[in-house]
């Protein structure tokens, strides 16, 4: 892959956060066991491979949202009256425990080993589509999430994709302090 450009001075942290963010989920997920990978902590519940084939999805998804921003898809949009946009400010996962959007739900534990390198591919993907904006304002840049209707600004998608992560890393932590964790 060639090197990468360089980004928006006003998405660097956002960058980051997300890039800090990813090596510990690859710290975490890369020594699992099979038995470790697709332990369910409930029933119902997903397990470690889940969640990180879910961090994938998502991942490709506010990708998507990135490169619509970018290229104007939503330029001609109107922010409501009334609503402020989530920016470059967020510092925290905004939604807590909610159910994952349609498609963006694993189906099952992907095999560790293919998925390690489709989240590279991803993350090395989202990071292009934000080397893609040479605008002045990352901030004027928004769209509403077509999961929750939240309008977000160019960096507040960067923010919201790293927060998301943390926010199941911090579950994949849970489930492998879990006391029937396999060891």
């Known amino acids: 892959m060639p090197p990468f450009s360089e980004l928006h001075p006003a998405l660097r942290a956002g960058w980051d956060l997300a890039d800090q963010v990813r090596a510990e989920l690859i710290a975490a997920i890369t020594p699992l066991t099979p038995a470790q990978w697709t332990f369910r902590p409930a029933?119902?519940?997903?397990?470690?491979?889940?969640?990180?084939?879910?961090?994938?999805?998502?991942?490709i998804g506010t990708s998507k949202m990135v490169r619509k921003l970018i290229r104007g898809d939503y330029r001609d949009w109107v922010l409501p009256s009334g609503i402020a946009p989530v920016t470059g400010g967020l510092d925290r996962y905004p939604y807590g425990d909610l159910q994952a959007p349609t498609?963006?739900?694993?189906?099952?534990?992907?095999?560790?080993?293919?998925?390690?390198?489709?989240l590279d591919a991803a993350h090395a993907r989202f990071r292009l589509e934000l080397a893609a904006f040479a605008g002045d304002d990352a901030e004027a840049l928004r769209s509403p999430d077509p999961a929750t209707g939240t309008w977000l600004t160019l960096d507040g998608w960067l923010k919201l994709q790293a927060w998301h992560e943390a926010h199941h890393l911090a579950q994949i932590r849970r489930i492998q302090a879990s006391p029937c964790f396999p060891r």
């Open 43 to 59: 029933s119902g519940a997903w397990c470690v491979g889940e969640i990180a084939e879910h961090l994938r999805l998502a991942e």
């Open 103 to 118: 498609g963006l739900a694993p189906d099952r534990a992907p095999d560790r080993d293919r998925l390690l390198p489709e």
